[in-house]
């Protein structure tokens, strides 16, 4: 039962942090110009720069000579600045629109940005790799789903289910923002 609890907790907190429904605007920004977004191309391109992150992201750290606890502590403050973001409805970064809407900005940064990627690290200091990639592979296919039926919910839920989902998902993503804060800074003063 505490790993379904834990697939749970991280399918949520990066289902938080991906925030798909919350780019839901976005992206039927960019199909209502005529662009085309491959969601195929768009998901294999995701997944791919958020396993290599998965994997390879700790390696890398220890190479540059930054510690998980480090990383998670700074990963912490950029999550809660993305949450208050989506809170407040305000944006601290822009996303600037480009012919291949596909790739950028859709699938990197919008998708696998860099506080999906930070998430991904700090996870590791507190899930098991499975259940990350468990939750990160479930997270693909809702992000496929909505992708490809964006119009439809875009329709169903209205632009007032989607403020309210995003600022739901921001208070999740808040939360998420200070437990980590506080796991990985206590572990960097006892050292």
Known sequence: MEWVNSLISCFMILFSIIDILGNAPIIM????????????????????????????GQPMLKIIGVDIHSFSVAGSIVLFFIGLEMILGIDLHKVTENAQTSIVPIAFPLIAGPGSLTTL??????????????????????????????????EKIGNNGLDVLKKIFGIVL????????????RQLFQQ
Do not use: E, H, P
């Not at 977004?37 to 720069?49: G, N, Y």
């Not at 808040?174 to 800074?185: H, T």
């Open 174 to 185: 808040l939360a998420f923002a200070v437990k980590i804060f506080g796991a990985n800074a």
């Open 29 to 56: 920004g960019f199909k209502s110009k005529g662009n085309i977004i491959d969601t195929k191309k768009v998901i294999i391109t995701s997944l791919v720069i958020f396993l290599s992150f998965l994997f390879l």
């Open 121 to 154: 690290i700090s996870l590791r200091s507190t899930y098991d790799v499975n259940i990350i990639l468990l939750s990160l592979i479930l997270n693909m296919i809702v992000v496929y789903f909505v992708i490809d039926k964006c119009d439809f919910i875009a």
